[in-house]
């Protein structure tokens, strides 16, 4: 079975500090692509960062980062230096290569950023 | 502008009425597809096409048809709405089906149906 694992609903972070989003999935397929999108009120899915399943470099965007464990199939979001901008729900996903390319997404995680 | 439209944004409708979700993409990509978001169970796939004419089942395809008769629009049919199907649908596209090209989502359907 095909799965995505986000084991924290909601989470709280401090303007200016530091959060991690935990995600965790499995899949049998060796060649897949992780994703973290994020979702405002708008509704809008926005593609946050992307990581390569053969690469063991973890992907960086700016102030957003992941830590890619593959034998453990985690992947999980750091963003640093939050902002009240950040404040949405985020979607962790994997695409593979079959069962038509799609993305599988876990539940979601709403941020909160205080100011 | 690059991008992926759906109408509506919005829908209320009755069970059974016959309604179309509309989505087409400005980029030329060959893969379009269907999810639909619930709460606590993130977006699954309904419908997904490679290309002109080739469509195939998701995860969760059943009270659900589409179509693709021109490499641009993907509508989405719903024969006969049940209120099972009251969700938040997106429709998306990519360059490709390979799993590293990057999904554009449009601005989502909020359905609702009573």
């Known amino acids: 079975a095909q799965t995505v694992t986000q084991s924290q609903p909601e989470m709280s972070v401090q303007e200016a500090e530091t959060v991690t989003l935990s995600c965790t999935y499995d899949?049998?397929?060796?060649?897949?692509?992780l994703f973290w999108y994020k979702q405002p009120p708008s509704r809008q899915m926005i593609l946050v960062i992307r990581?390569?399943?053969?690469?063991?470099q973890n992907a960086t965007e700016n102030r957003f980062s992941v830590n890619f464990q593959k034998a453990a199939k985690s992947f999980s979001l750091k963003i640093s230096d939050s902002q009240l901008g950040d404040a949405a729900m985020y979607f962790c996903?994997?695409?593979?290569?079959?069962?038509?390319?799609?993305?599988?997404f876990g539940a979601g995680t709403i941020l909160r950023v205080k100011s | 502008e690059a991008q992926v439209t759906q109408n509506p944004r919005y829908l209320i409708t009755v069970t059974g009425k016959k309604l179309t979700v509309t989505c087409s993409q400005n980029?030329?990509?060959?893969?379009m597809s269907w999810y639909r978001q619930d709460p606590g169970l993130g977006l699954r796939q309904i419908y997904y096409?490679?290309?002109?004419?080739?469509?195939d089942k998701g995860d969760v395809p059943e009270g659900y048809k589409v179509s693709r008769k021109e490499k641009r629009n993907f509508p989405l049919i719903l024969e006969s709405p049940s209120p099972n199907q009251t969700s938040l649908y997106f429709c998306?596209?990519?360059?490709?089906?390979?799993?590293?090209?990057?999904?554009?989502f449009g601005q989502g359907t909020r359905l609702t149906v009573v």
């Open positions: 990581q390569e399943a053969y690469k063991q």
């Open positions: 980029m030329n990509h060959e893969y």
């Open positions: 996903a994997y695409r593979i290569m079959e069962y038509g390319n799609k993305l599988v």
């Open positions: 998306a596209s990519s360059l490709t089906g390979l799993w590293g090209t990057e999904a554009f």
């Open positions: 096409s490679m290309n002109v004419e080739v469509t």
């Open positions: 899949t049998s397929e060796s060649d897949y692509y």
